[in-house]
């Protein structure tokens, strides 16, 4: 099993698109966790959701790199490796 990313040259200096999960909010939908995409800054609901949109996001953009968006939470995730870690000096998001 890996534990290095070799996606995190992607991650960009984002700033989150939103303080919920966009689609939702269009959609008028409910969320449980929020993921924020470190390439673009997307924000989705996380699997526990009903509607996934964080691992939607990554199947439509080919995006690897998410972080919780949740308050005190800053590790991250890379889809394309099945794996979670934490960054070094990241920056951390939290929404309001
Ligand atoms: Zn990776
Ligand atoms: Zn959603
Ligand atoms: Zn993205």
Redesign the pocket.
């Known amino acids: 099993m890996s534990d290095t990313c070799t996606h995190l040259d992607q991650a960009g200096d ?1 700033q989150p698109s939103s303080t919920g999960c966009e689609d939702c909010l269009r959609t008028g939908d409910q969320w449980v966790h929020l993921r924020l ?6 924000v989705g609901c996380c699997d526990s959701s009903p509607n996934k949109h964080a691992t939607a ?2 199947h439509s ?3 690897p ?2 972080q919780s968006y949740e308050p005190g939470e800053d590790w991250w995730f890379c889809y394309v490796d099945d794996l979670g870690f934490e960054v070094e000096g990241g920056h951390s998001f939290a929404h309001p």
Do not use: P, R, Y
């Open positions: 984002v995409c470190m390439v673009c800054g997307h996001h990554f953009s080919g995006h790199l998410i």
